[in-house]
Structures are given as structure tokens and as C-alpha cells.
């Protein structure tokens, strides 16, 4: 017995520690917290249970009276029975437009006529039974309402529905708030007596629906567990972590509450840990997961990717040519119908030819032609305003434009304004504008279907003619080759015009004719041939008859005369008779003139007739001359330089005017003494030779004679003087150009080095010669005061008898007067710095000039000799006298100095400036 309790105890806990799973409710633990009756249900959505104990038998009964309660609602029809039952329970996850919840049965042997009629106006039912959501319902947990059936006989039947939303419990009769899901621990006996306890402990997903406006906080899900004095405790994101406050948990009963709406958006679902404390703060229960799902509510519009969208489509397109593809978004839940979106067209304008010239794709948003007839010429641009819906376009929408634009076709053929044009054109002229014409063509301007392109089909068999296009469109008959009065004095020409790409049809083609009458005008003769061509020699004797011109005058019937004078004749050689056009040499010719080219010399000569005005044709003579051997040829040579020891020989070049055979071979002669020193010998070459020393020489220029003879008829010879430098020459070049080529860039600097030294030598002597000449400057002191200047020197005379004087007396002066400085030994000072010496020789000058000026503006330079000044040792001076330099009234003249100059050079300042001698 003991064993059956346990058995039994197991049962109802796991029956009751089970999760109840989504649209199912535990039968047994529904009876046993609510102590409320079992809610109806409905044939078409069973309400199943969990799984039942076998021990219980209440809930058998329950489940029995869930299939019971049929109800007879409204005046009966021999036909119709009514509703299968008057009250039907549905149960959803959310509510959205156009979305089913559930189907009635109404059974009837004949339903023509019938209508069905809600009083929720969110709601209503299709023919076949069909229960649609017709608007949005805003967020509710459970929603009831009737169903009216009438016949066409009045006939009424009734039928009253429920629809339960996310799991929510039918309400009693006292409207109590319904229970919500609840997570269970399972108990320890359980887990310890199945090890794979987790594994088959499923945690369902509690489902919330987004944007709910209740009452907060609302519960939404419980955990519960079976250990005595506990406390609950959630943490995850939405308790503990951002977003922070949207759920909280009752810690003694481990009621989930929700604080505010939920946006499916910005957070689809939410995973929190229930926790399970007992009094000491140990956690008596493992974490468990729980799982909120947000559901998705039609809380946004579709949106599309741009406002405005463009498209082309061809003139004429036919029906289902696709022109374009519009694209719109939605941010609800995918693969739901609240992001299903349908397309629709809401207007278009023009509304011409038809109202409805395009349809788009409910689904994919592709606007395709519906209707032919499309012109660009009438319509050029068709607006449309699109709208894409969710819901399958039946919920919330939003709208955009779509322009189409209308593009041409070559349906229209160019047409001439005129067909025929008639012109009159002078002849013999080119590149003439003989007619334009202009067309018209009603397809769009400036492409391809509306540009022209002109073609003459008659009346050009002589390819006189060429038509072209302007920049207007036009066509421009022209001539390219002149017309002649005398072969055709009228032309008709036929022009045809097409554009620049194919028709789309066959349409008839225009065309224009042309009548075109020449106008004669004075033509110039014309020489046959037009270049006539003689060969003469060139020493023709002058009045010679060179060569004969005629020329025509195409005008025969104006029978004019046609005279003849010479054109272009750069030589001057010849002349023509004006009557005859007979051309004669008036001076002599010269094929080797450099107005003959390969020995044709070309002259033009004139015809002109006595029309009004003159025509003037010019006709070319060209004469070729004969060679006559009238030039002697002559010796050059381009290096005359011989070593008189084994020099090489010179090359000596022989130049002709004359051509073959009044030129090779040519005899080379030494001449004039010229044989005694140099020889002559052949290269192999007619027109070059060998010129050889055949002995030493005195070093010199000489001239060289030859005479050359050319092997024409009759010959002709000259005698050359050859310049030619002989010299004395080592390792095969002259001696005089070794020297320079040694002497070379070095030998130059050493030379301007020398120069540069000897200008520096200049500039110091005259530099000290200025420092002897330069003037005395004024005294440190004024003249009236008297005072003695006395040089310091190191050596000081030996056998002085007043020695012991105080000498500290004459530092009283120098000791008042701070400004006055020694100047006998060097300053400590920074010496300046001096420029070195520059590589160029060209900058000694101002090397010298910049370093002199530098040290006489330096402190540190020597000499320090200079003058010391001491005080007055007049009267009443208490060092009184020096009889050193005895201190007498005679004065410095009768003094003797001479022996300073015996003194060295320390003492030749004191010679100069009191000795006797002259400077």
C-alpha cells in the first residue's frame, strides 16, 4: 500500500509540476487552483489537456462535457437546420487583419441567399463558414461576439464566439483575471529517481503580444517550486540588464510581471533566469530559463525604398511588356502576414487613351503595359500613384509615385515640306549649294528616329552631285564636280529621305525632285595636252624654237580668239608668240641651274581669250636638257695636315657639275714644281685620289697644284692649289699640337694663379705705401692741454741713476679717466672669421678685399704698440721731473736723436719722429 501511495503521489506531481504547453491547459491543475468549470470548445480546434492520471476519473467527466452543449439558436427552415453549435471557442496567438481564427459550420441543403453578420464590426464571416479578423483589434486576451445568420426567407440562426489569445483561460462568470503559464521545478524525489530529468523537462515559450496598452504591471508568467520558505529571483536582460525595469518577479509567489509595452522591433524575445532562494540565501532550486517571445503585431506601415521611382517603356509596347520594379519594406515579423505585402495602382494620369494603361504585380511590384496603344506622340509620360499594403494589401499602407516615361519609336517616316524644287546654277562651279530642303517627321527631335539622312536616286549617273544634312535637320543638294553648259544645260535630280535608324512599320518614303538649269559662263581654253614635255640641249642657240602650246576655247559658240603669254618661267629663258604659242629661248640655258631638278627645268605658259571678262587657262611645259660637258671638275680635300715622317696620305676628292659621260675618268697631274715633293696614287675610286709626301720637308704651309682633266668630249681641265700643312709630329700628331694639348687646362690655372699672385703683391705695397702716406689724425687731447707721450718697450736701458722715483704718481691720471684703455697687448676677444682661400683663381680679388677689411676691424690683429696717455707732469706735480729724458725748458729741436735709428726697429717710430733725417 505503501508503494501504490508513493506511485500515485509521483503521478499527480508530475502531472502537476508539468508546463503547460501552448493552446493546451492542464484539465486537472485548472480545476484544482481556479475551481472554475471547464470552457467550451468547439469541433474545428479541441481544447486537449495534459496527460491525465490514471487515477483521476473527474477528468474524464470534464473532457465529456467539452464535446456536449449544443444549442438550437434562432426560427428554423424546413431546409436548414442551423449552426452545428451555438457557441464556438478559438483560440490564437495574436490577432492581425485578414487573418482566419476559425470556421462555423452551418448546415443547410441549400445556402443561395444566405448572409452572415457579426455585431463586432473588427470581424467577419466569408460564405464558407470563415472567420476573418476584418480591422485591427487592439490587445486584448480574450474577445466575444455573435454570429447572425439571415436567409432570403428572414430566417435567423445565432451562434455566439470566443476567441482566446495567447494562451488565455476562458473567463467565469464572475470576470476574474485568468491565470497565467507556470513553470514548475520538478520535485527532488523525481530527479533523483530519473537521471535524464532535464533532458526531458522542456521549458515552453511564454508569448506575449507587442504594443499591449493593459493595465501594468501585468503578470505574465509564474514559477513555483515545492521547497518551503523560498524567494524568487529573475536576472537577464529586461530585470537586472539593459534594457532595465521591463520585468520584475513577486518574490513569495514567482509572479512575472511586465511593466510597460513591448516593441517586437527593438527586441524580439526575452531569455531570463528564475531563481529559487530559501531563508539563508542558498539557492535551493538549479536556474531555470525563461523564455518570453515577443509577438508580432501590424505596428508598421510598408515602406518604400524611394519615393519616387522612373521607368521607360517603348511607344507601342505591347500588353505584359514589363517596364519596371518597385520595391517597399516592412518591419514587422517576416513570413507573417503583417509583412506580406500587396501592390496595387491607385490612379494614373493622363487617364488617356484608357484609364487603367498599366497593371503591377500584387506580389512582386512589377508595373507591366495592360493596355496597347501607347504614342509618345499624344502621351509622352504617364504618372502613377502605387500603393503597397500589408496584410496582403489589405492593412496598413503607404503610397509613391511612379513616373513612366514614354520613349519614341521610328513609327513616323520624315516627310519634305516641298516635293519639288526648280534652281538655276552656273557652270563649271564646285562645292556649291545648289538646293535645301526641309522636312518634317513627328518623332521625338534630336534622336536617331527623328535625324535624317537624304540619298539621291536619280539624275546622279555622272556623280556630280552629293546631298548632306545640316544642323537643322535639312537636306543640302550640292555639287562636287562642275556642271558643263555645252554637254547639258539641265540636270533633274531625285532626292529620297530616311532616318537614322530602321522603321518600326513600312511607311511610305518622300521624296523631292530637283530641276537644276545650268547658266553658261566664259570658260578658259584649255591646253591638250595640259603639260606638254620637250628635250633639249642645254647650250641651244638662243631664238631657238623650244617647244609649240595650243590651246582650246570650250565656248565654241561665241567663237572667240585665244592669245598666248608665258606664266611662270623662274630662269627667264623663254618666250611665247602671242598668236602662235610657239615658246623660244631667249637666254642661254644651264642644266646645272638651281632651277633645274634631275635635269628637267618646268616653265607655265598662259591662254586667255577676249570674252567678257577674260578666261585664262594655263597649260605646262616641261624641258629636259642634255648634259654638255661645260663644267671642269676640281680637287678638294677636307683634312691637309702630313707628318713628315711616314705621314699618311691626303684624300683628294674630285667634284664634277657635269653627269656621266662628261665626268669619270679623270686624269690627276702634278704641276708646278709640285711633282718634286708629292705624288699622286689611285684608290680604286674615279673621283677620289692619294696625295703623298715623298720626302721630309721643311715644316710649313704649302700649296699644291694640281690639274685635273674629266673624261668628257671635249675635256675639260683646271688646275687646284691644294693647301697643306706639313710638320714634324710625334706619336702621329704635330708637335706644336701635342705642346698645347700637354700645356691644356693646368698650364691655363698656373698661368692665372701667377697673375692672381702678382695682383696680390701690387695690393700690399700699394696698401702700405697708403698706411706711410696717410694723414696724421687729430690728438686723443686738445692743444692747449699740454701733456708728454711716452712709449711703452719692453727693453728698458741700463745705468739709469733715478730709478727710484714712484711711479704709481703717473696712474693717477689714467686712473681718473676709464674711458682710456691699453692698447700694447692683445684684447681677449673673439677673433672674426676670415674668408680661406677659393679654389677659382677669378676670386682672388675678393678674397684680398674682404680679409683686408676684416683685419682692420680686428682687435686681435698686431701690431699693439700703440700710443698710452698719461696726465700733465707740469707744476706742482708730485712725481716732478724725469730726469731720464731730462726734463729741461729746452725744447725737442735742440734735443739730439739720431742715435734712435742705432736702436733696433722698436725705436725707428722715435727716429723718425725726432731724428733729423729725412722721411
Same mark, same amino acid.
Given at each position: 500500500?505503501?508503494?501504490?501511495?508513493?506511485?500515485?503521489?509521483?503521478?499527480?506531481?508530475?502531472?502537476?509540476?508539468?508546463?503547460?504547453?501552448?493552446?493546451?491547459?492542464?484539465?486537472?491543475?485548472?480545476?484544482?487552483?481556479?475551481?472554475?468549470?471547464?470552457?467550451?470548445?468547439?469541433?474545428?480546434?479541441?481544447?486537449?489537456?495534459?496527460?491525465?492520471?490514471?487515477?483521476?476519473t473527474?477528468?474524464?467527466?470534464?473532457?465529456?462535457?467539452?464535446?456536449?452543449?449544443?444549442?438550437?439558436?434562432?426560427?428554423?427552415?424546413?431546409?436548414?437546420?442551423?449552426?452545428?453549435?451555438?457557441?464556438?471557442?478559438?483560440?490564437?496567438?495574436?490577432?492581425?487583419?485578414?487573418?482566419?481564427?476559425?470556421?462555423?459550420?452551418?448546415?443547410?441543403?441549400?445556402?443561395?441567399?444566405?448572409?452572415?453578420?457579426?455585431?463586432?464590426?473588427?470581424?467577419?464571416?466569408?460564405?464558407?463558414?470563415?472567420v476573418?479578423?476584418? +480591422?485591427?483589434?487592439?490587445?486584448?486576451?480574450?474577445?466575444?461576439?455573435?454570429?447572425?445568420a439571415?436567409?432570403?426567407?428572414? &430566417?435567423?440562426? @445565432?451562434?455566439?464566439?470566443?476567441?482566446?489569445?495567447?494562451?488565455?483561460?476562458?473567463?467565469d462568470?464572475?470576470?476574474?483575471?485568468?491565470?497565467?503559464?507556470?513553470?514548475?521545478?520538478?520535485s527532488?524525489?523525481? +530527479?533523483?529517481?530519473?537521471?535524464?530529468?532535464?533532458?526531458?523537462?522542456?521549458?515552453?515559450?511564454?508569448?506575449?503580444?507587442?504594443n499591449?496598452?493593459?493595465?501594468?504591471? @501585468?503578470?505574465?508568467?509564474?514559477?513555483k517550486?515545492?521547497?518551503?520558505?523560498?524567494?524568487?529571483?529573475?536576472?537577464?536582460?529586461?530585470?537586472?540588464?539593459?534594457?532595465?525595469?521591463?520585468?520584475?518577479? !513577486?518574490?513569495?509567489?514567482?509572479?512575472?510581471?511586465?511593466?510597460?509595452p513591448?516593441?517586437?522591433?527593438?527586441?524580439?524575445?526575452?531569455?531570463?533566469?528564475?531563481?529559487?532562494?530559501?531563508?539563508?540565501?542558498?539557492?535551493?532550486?538549479?536556474?531555470?530559463?525563461?523564455?518570453?517571445?515577443?509577438?508580432?503585431?501590424?505596428?508598421?506601415?510598408?515602406?518604400?525604398?524611394?519615393?519616387?521611382?522612373?521607368?521607360?517603356?517603348?511607344?507601342?509596347?505591347?500588353?505584359?511588356?514589363?517596364?519596371m520594379?518597385?520595391?517597399?519594406?516592412?518591419?514587422?515579423?517576416?513570413? !507573417?502576414?503583417?509583412?506580406?505585402?500587396?501592390?496595387?495602382?491607385?490612379?494614373?494620369?493622363?487617364?488617356?487613351p484608357?484609364?487603367?494603361?498599366?497593371?503591377?504585380? %500584387? @506580389?512582386?511590384?512589377?508595373?507591366?503595359?495592360?493596355?496597347?496603344?501607347?504614342?509618345?506622340?499624344?502621351y509622352?509620360?504617364?504618372?502613377?500613384? =502605387?500603393?503597397?499594403?500589408?496584410?496582403?494589401?489589405?492593412?496598413?499602407?503607404?503610397?509613391?509615385?511612379?513616373?513612366?516615361?514614354?520613349?519614341?519609336?521610328?513609327?513616323?517616316?520624315?516627310?519634305?515640306?516641298?516635293? %519639288?524644287?526648280?534652281?538655276?546654277?552656273?557652270?563649271?562651279?564646285?562645292?556649291?549649294? =545648289?538646293?535645301?530642303?526641309?522636312?518634317?517627321?513627328a518623332? @521625338?527631335?534630336?534622336?536617331?528616329a527623328?535625324?535624317?539622312?537624304?540619298?539621291?536616286?536619280f539624275?546622279?549617273e555622272?556623280?556630280q552631285?552629293?546631298?548632306?544634312?545640316?544642323?537643322?535637320?535639312?537636306?543640302v543638294?550640292?555639287?562636287?564636280?562642275?556642271?558643263?553648259?555645252?554637254k547639258?544645260?539641265?540636270?533633274?535630280? /531625285?532626292?529620297?529621305?530616311?532616318?537614322?535608324i530602321?522603321?518600326? *512599320?513600312?511607311?511610305?518614303?518622300?521624296s523631292?525632285?530637283?530641276?537644276?538649269?545650268?547658266?553658261?559662263?566664259?570658260?578658259?581654253?584649255?591646253?591638250?595636252?595640259?603639260?606638254?614635255?620637250?628635250?633639249?640641249?642645254?647650250?641651244?642657240?638662243?631664238?631657238?624654237?623650244?617647244?609649240?602650246?595650243?590651246?582650246?576655247?570650250?565656248?565654241?559658240?561665241q567663237?572667240?580668239?585665244? +592669245?598666248?603669254?608665258?606664266g611662270?618661267?623662274?630662269?627667264?629663258?623663254?618666250?611665247?608668240?602671242?598668236?602662235?604659242?610657239?615658246?623660244?629661248?631667249?637666254?642661254?640655258?644651264?642644266?646645272?641651274s638651281?632651277?633645274?631638278?634631275?635635269?628637267?627645268?618646268?616653265?607655265?605658259?598662259?591662254?586667255?581669250?577676249?570674252?567678257?571678262?577674260p578666261?585664262?587657262?594655263?597649260?605646262?611645259?616641261?624641258?629636259?636638257?642634255?648634259?654638255? !660637258?661645260?663644267?671642269?671638275?676640281?680637287?678638294?680635300?677636307?683634312?691637309?695636315?702630313?707628318?713628315?715622317?711616314n705621314?699618311?696620305?691626303?684624300?683628294?676628292?674630285?667634284?664634277?657639275?657635269?653627269?656621266?659621260?662628261?665626268t669619270?675618268?679623270?686624269?690627276?697631274?702634278?704641276?708646278?714644281?709640285?711633282?718634286?715633293?708629292?705624288?699622286?696614287?689611285? /684608290?680604286?675610286?674615279?673621283?677620289?685620289?692619294? $696625295?703623298?709626301?715623298?720626302?721630309?720637308?721643311?715644316?710649313?704651309?704649302?700649296?699644291?697644284?694640281?690639274?685635273? /682633266?674629266?673624261?668628257?668630249?671635249?675635256?675639260?681641265?683646271?688646275?687646284?692649289?691644294?693647301?697643306?700643312?706639313?710638320?714634324?709630329?710625334?706619336?702621329?700628331?704635330?708637335?706644336? +699640337?701635342? =705642346?698645347?694639348?700637354?700645356?691644356?687646362?693646368?698650364?691655363?690655372?698656373?698661368?692665372?694663379?701667377?697673375?692672381?699672385?702678382?695682383?696680390?703683391?701690387?695690393?700690399?705695397?700699394?696698401?702700405?705705401?697708403?698706411?706711410r702716406?696717410?694723414?696724421?689724425?687729430?690728438?686723443?687731447?686738445?692743444?692747449?692741454?699740454?701733456?708728454?707721450?711716452?712709449?711703452?718697450?719692453?727693453?728698458?736701458?741700463?745705468?739709469?741713476?733715478?730709478?727710484?722715483?714712484?711711479?704709481?704718481?703717473?696712474?693717477?691720471?689714467?686712473?681718473?679717466?676709464?674711458?682710456?684703455?691699453?692698447? *700694447? =697687448?692683445?684684447?681677449? $676677444?673673439?677673433?672674426?672669421?676670415?674668408?680661406?682661400?677659393?679654389?677659382?683663381? &677669378?676670386?682672388?680679388?675678393?678674397?684680398?678685399?674682404? !680679409?683686408?677689411?676684416?683685419?682692420?676691424n680686428?682687435?686681435?690683429?698686431?701690431?699693439?704698440?700703440?700710443?698710452?696717455?698719461?696726465?700733465?707732469?707740469?707744476?706742482?706735480?708730485?712725481?716732478?721731473?724725469?730726469?731720464?729724458?731730462?726734463?729741461?725748458?729746452?725744447?725737442?729741436?735742440?734735443?739730439?736723436? *739720431?742715435?734712435?735709428?742705432?736702436?733696433?726697429?722698436?725705436?725707428?717710430?722715435?727716429?723718425?719722429?725726432?731724428?733729423?733725417?729725412?722721411?
Amino acid at each position: 500500500r505503501e508503494r501504490e501511495r508513493e506511485g500515485a503521489e509521483r503521478e499527480r506531481e508530475r502531472d502537476t509540476h508539468r508546463v503547460i504547453p501552448e493552446g493546451q491547459r492542464h484539465t486537472e491543475q485548472y480545476q484544482r487552483e481556479t475551481n472554475r468549470a471547464i470552457p467550451e470548445g468547439d469541433g474545428e480546434q479541441a481544447i486537449s489537456g495534459a496527460a491525465m492520471s490514471s487515477s483521476s476519473t473527474f477528468s474524464l467527466g470534464v473532457f465529456s462535457l467539452l464535446l456536449l452543449l449544443q444549442v438550437w439558436g434562432g426560427e428554423g427552415s424546413p431546409r436548414c437546420t442551423g449552426f452545428a453549435q451555438d457557441t464556438y471557442l478559438f483560440q490564437v496567438e495574436s490577432l492581425a487583419p485578414g487573418q482566419v481564427v476559425g470556421r462555423v459550420h452551418f448546415n443547410c441543403s441549400d445556402q443561395k441567399g444566405l448572409e452572415f453578420h457579426t455585431n463586432d464590426p473588427h470581424f467577419h464571416v466569408q460564405s464558407d463558414g470563415k472567420v476573418l479578423v476584418g +480591422r485591427y483589434v487592439s490587445s486584448t486576451n480574450q474577445i466575444s461576439f455573435t454570429i447572425t445568420a439571415l436567409s432570403e426567407t428572414k &430566417d435567423t440562426w @445565432k451562434t455566439a464566439i470566443s476567441i482566446l489569445i495567447n494562451g488565455e483561460k476562458v473567463k467565469d462568470s464572475t470576470g476574474s483575471t485568468p491565470d497565467v503559464p507556470v513553470i514548475m521545478w520538478p520535485s527532488r524525489f523525481y +530527479r533523483s529517481g530519473l537521471s535524464r530529468w532535464k533532458r526531458e523537462w522542456v521549458i515552453p515559450v511564454t508569448k506575449h503580444p507587442e504594443n499591449d496598452i493593459g493595465d501594468f504591471p @501585468k503578470p505574465v508568467v509564474q514559477i513555483k517550486s515545492n521547497q518551503a520558505k523560498i524567494y524568487y529571483v529573475i536576472t537577464g536582460p529586461g530585470a537586472d540588464e539593459p534594457p532595465i525595469g521591463i520585468f520584475t518577479i !513577486n518574490k513569495k509567489d514567482g509572479f512575472i510581471y511586465l511593466h510597460k509595452p513591448l516593441d517586437r522591433e527593438q527586441q524580439d524575445k526575452y531569455r531570463l533566469l528564475a531563481h529559487a532562494y530559501d531563508e539563508n540565501g542558498q539557492e535551493v532550486e538549479d536556474a531555470v530559463d525563461v523564455l518570453i517571445e515577443v509577438i508580432d503585431m501590424n505596428d508598421n506601415k510598408p515602406q518604400f525604398t524611394v519615393p519616387t521611382f522612373y521607368g521607360t517603356v517603348v511607344e507601342g509596347a505591347t500588353p505584359g511588356t514589363a517596364v519596371m520594379n518597385l520595391t517597399a519594406t516592412d518591419a514587422d515579423a517576416k513570413d !507573417n502576414l503583417n509583412s506580406m505585402i500587396g501592390y496595387s495602382i491607385q490612379d494614373q494620369e493622363p487617364k488617356l487613351p484608357l484609364p487603367r494603361m498599366f497593371t503591377i504585380s %500584387s @506580389k512582386t511590384g512589377l508595373i507591366s503595359v495592360l493596355q496597347g496603344g501607347l504614342d509618345r506622340e499624344k502621351y509622352d509620360k504617364y504618372t502613377l500613384v =502605387v500603393q503597397a499594403a500589408d496584410m496582403k494589401g489589405e492593412g496598413l499602407s503607404t503610397r509613391a509615385t511612379a513616373i513612366i516615361t514614354i520613349v519614341d519609336r521610328n513609327d513616323n517616316a520624315p516627310q519634305f515640306v516641298t516635293t %519639288s524644287v526648280t534652281v538655276n546654277v552656273p557652270e563649271n562651279e564646285v562645292d556649291y549649294d =545648289v538646293s535645301r530642303h526641309p522636312i518634317t517627321d513627328a518623332d @521625338k527631335s534630336y534622336t536617331p528616329a527623328w535625324k535624317a539622312n537624304f540619298s539621291i536616286i536619280f539624275g546622279n549617273e555622272r556623280q556630280q552631285f552629293t546631298v548632306e544634312t545640316d544642323l537643322d535637320n535639312n537636306g543640302v543638294l550640292k555639287l562636287i564636280k562642275p556642271l558643263d553648259f555645252e554637254k547639258s544645260s539641265r540636270h533633274v535630280v /531625285t532626292i529620297e529621305v530616311r532616318n537614322q535608324i530602321p522603321f518600326t *512599320d513600312t511607311p511610305s518614303l518622300s521624296s523631292a525632285t530637283v530641276t537644276i538649269n545650268v547658266i553658261d559662263a566664259n570658260e578658259a581654253p584649255i591646253f591638250t595636252p595640259e603639260t606638254k614635255t620637250a628635250t633639249q640641249p642645254e647650250n641651244l642657240p638662243i631664238g631657238s624654237t623650244v617647244i609649240t602650246c595650243k590651246a582650246k576655247d570650250p565656248d565654241s559658240a561665241q567663237n572667240q580668239i585665244v +592669245r598666248y603669254r608665258m606664266g611662270s618661267d623662274p630662269a627667264q629663258w623663254f618666250e611665247i608668240e602671242m598668236e602662235t604659242g610657239i615658246v623660244k629661248l631667249i637666254s642661254s640655258m644651264d642644266r646645272e641651274s638651281q632651277f633645274v631638278n634631275d635635269n628637267i627645268y618646268t616653265a607655265t605658259v598662259l591662254a586667255y581669250d577676249d570674252g567678257n571678262p577674260p578666261a585664262t587657262g594655263t597649260g605646262t611645259i616641261r624641258v629636259d636638257l642634255e648634259d654638255i !660637258n661645260d663644267n671642269p671638275p676640281i680637287a678638294t680635300s677636307l683634312l691637309n695636315r702630313v707628318c713628315n715622317q711616314n705621314g699618311l696620305p691626303v684624300n683628294v676628292t674630285i667634284l664634277d657639275k657635269d653627269i656621266p659621260p662628261n665626268t669619270f675618268p679623270y686624269a690627276v697631274a702634278l704641276v708646278h714644281g709640285a711633282e718634286k715633293n708629292w705624288t699622286i696614287e689611285s /684608290t680604286g675610286r674615279d673621283d677620289v685620289k692619294l $696625295l703623298r709626301l715623298k720626302r721630309e720637308i721643311d715644316p710649313n704651309i704649302y700649296e699644291v697644284s694640281l690639274r685635273v /682633266t674629266d673624261g668628257g668630249t671635249p675635256q675639260m681641265s683646271q688646275v687646284t692649289g691644294l693647301r697643306v700643312e706639313v710638320c714634324d709630329c710625334e706619336n702621329g700628331a704635330c708637335k706644336e +699640337r701635342i =705642346v698645347a694639348a700637354a700645356f691644356g687646362i693646368p698650364g691655363i690655372l698656373a698661368i692665372l694663379g701667377a697673375i692672381l699672385a702678382l695682383l696680390i703683391l701690387v695690393l700690399l705695397l700699394l696698401l702700405f705705401i697708403k698706411r706711410r702716406r696717410s694723414v696724421k689724425k687729430e690728438p686723443l687731447l686738445p692743444e692747449e692741454d699740454i701733456r708728454d707721450n711716452v712709449y711703452h718697450y719692453d727693453e728698458e736701458g741700463g745705468g739709469e741713476e733715478d730709478q727710484d722715483y714712484d711711479l704709481s704718481q703717473l696712474h693717477r691720471g689714467l686712473d681718473a679717466r676709464p674711458e682710456v684703455v691699453r692698447n *700694447d =697687448v692683445a684684447p681677449v $676677444l673673439m677673433a672674426p672669421q676670415y674668408r680661406p682661400r677659393p679654389a677659382n683663381p &677669378d676670386e682672388i680679388g675678393t678674397f684680398i678685399d674682404e !680679409n683686408l677689411k676684416t683685419a682692420d676691424n680686428d682687435p686681435t690683429a698686431p701690431p699693439y704698440d700703440s700710443l698710452l696717455v698719461f696726465d700733465y707732469e707740469g707744476g706742482g706735480s708730485e712725481a716732478e721731473s724725469l730726469s731720464s729724458v731730462n726734463s729741461s725748458n729746452n725744447s725737442d729741436m735742440d734735443q739730439e736723436y *739720431d742715435h734712435l735709428n742705432d736702436w733696433g726697429p722698436r725705436f725707428r717710430k722715435l727716429a723718425e719722429m725726432y731724428g733729423h733725417g729725412e722721411e
